[in-house]
């Protein structure tokens, strides 16, 4: 117990609420209990501190990212997460519409006036049952003891508080304090947290069944989320929302931001960005998935492809030096090498609509807005600018010309100059 004294008193060094909120911690009673969320805690109180209204030049450190995800967008997901279902975020009114791109877009979230709040929040905590979570400052929502920063009271025993200091002026009669959040007072703190963040992340996808080959070389944001027997590779690198479905493989040197992606696919060597990939479909060596892209199922994308913006059929096949942008593509469709989707005008972007079942020769261009029909097909090197009806064949180049000895005559010709 007399550590716990010792680090509540370097916390109160640290985090001094006082000056905006008048909450001042004056003690914490020696029986005071280090427990896990009670079952009846609906509600949690976030009191947020001086700096969150920080010009766009410093960001306040409840905004800034570990592992790529903030500070505050975490700690929210987390407790909503571990059945908090309301949000009571105490603030300047300056910083609230800083703060709300940053909170889960599902989240039942109140905010209350830093300067006003004992009045405010007795209205919003009155008639209430059950245990209330208070928050203060910035916590990071990993395993280890809060010291205080986090605790739990029953809702009556904050109102007594509140109506007799006006203000979380003293811990209320019955807190527990809540494990499993670690303080920061700066940004130092915060780099510091990070390898123990990283390392708390990657034990929590380790126990639900994910392989790690190198898990010092792998980097997962918080909020991602991995399904059983998926490998991660070294070198990869999975950030903001993104969903992994079971037995895929990410990697090597792999990056995926706020995708979704099915069973049993892999990821080698390329980029994907806001973007839905299917099950059973490869991406890669050295592709890059740009957002608002939507790949099916049995896909296969290969070495040095790009898409933008597109829909790929189940069963379609990309497999090298092609770029697929702003386009509609069905099922089953080959394309063949050096392919090209030209979209843009220099003014404005065009669709290619792509039949199921189409073959695109290699070296062709999709001059947009074009549509190829169902089984078609479209001899290599053409340059496609009207609409390619069902199951026809489309040529759109120049006959060939051959000139018998022509090379050798330059060759002679050339030669006799340079004597």
């Not at 979570?133 to 990071?140: A, C, D, P, S």
């Not at 069944?209 to 991660?232: C, E, F, H, Q």
Request: charged share 25%; aromatic share 6%; proline share 5%.
């Amino acid at each position: 117990m007399q550590s716990m004294k010792n680090f509540l008193g370097k916390l109160q060094e640290k985090v001094d609420f006082s000056k905006r909120f008048g909450i001042i911690q004056i003690k914490i009673e020696v029986d005071a209990k280090e427990g896990d969320y009670p079952m009846d805690q609906k509600i949690a109180v976030l009191f947020m501190p001086d700096n969150i209204a920080c010009t766009e030049e410093k960001t306040p450190l409840m905004l800034q990212p570990i592992l790529f995800c903030p500070v505050l967008t975490w700690m929210c997901a987390e407790l909503c997460g571990r059945g908090i279902e309301r949000l009571f975020i105490v603030s300047d009114v300056s910083a609230q519409e800083r703060m709300k791109p940053y909170l889960p877009k599902d989240a039942d979230v109140t905010f209350v006036d830093g300067a006003k709040h004992a009045e405010e929040l007795l209205k919003l905590l009155e008639g209430e049952t059950g245990s209330i979570l208070i928050v203060n400052g910035v916590v990071l929502p990993v395993g280890v003891f809060s010291g205080g920063a986090v605790y739990s009271a029953p809702a009556d025993a904050c109102c007594d508080v509140l109506r007799e200091h006006g203000a979380f002026a003293a811990f209320p009669k019955g807190c527990e304090i809540s494990k499993g959040f670690l303080p920061v007072g700066d940004a130092e703190e915060l780099r510091a947290a990070q390898p123990m963040c990283r390392q708390k992340i990657m034990e929590k996808h380790l126990a639900n069944g994910v392989i790690v080959m190198d898990t010092n070389s792998v980097y997962i944001d918080p909020r991602v989320k991995i399904g059983a027997g998926t490998t991660l590779l070294p070198g990869t690198i999975l950030r903001g929302e993104t969903v992994i479905g079971e037995h895929c493989t990410i990697g090597p040197n792999a990056m995926v931001r706020d995708c979704t992606v099915g069973d049993f696919t892999e990821i080698n060597a390329s980029q994907t960005n806001e973007s839905a990939i299917g099950s059973h479909t490869t991406v890669g060596p050295f592709a890059y998935v740009r957002p608002n892209s939507t790949i099916g199922d049995h896909v296969k994308v290969g070495d040095f492809v790009e898409i933008k913006n597109s829909v790929i059929g189940n069963g379609t096949k990309i497999s090298h030096l092609t770029y697929v942008g702003d386009s509609d593509c069905g099922e089953r469709v080959n394309f063949g090498c050096g392919t090209v989707t030209t979209n843009y005008d220099g003014f404005k972007k065009y669709r290619c609509t792509i039949g199921d079942d189409s073959f695109i020769g290699c070296n062709t261009n999709l001059v947009a807005p074009v549509k190829v029909g169902e089984g078609s097909y479209i001899a290599a090197g053409s340059t496609i600018t009207d609409d390619v009806p069902a199951d026809a064949l489309a040529l759109a180049r120049t006959k060939q010309t051959v000139k018998e000895g022509w090379a050798a005559r330059r060759r002679a010709l050339l030669g006799k100059k340079e004597k």
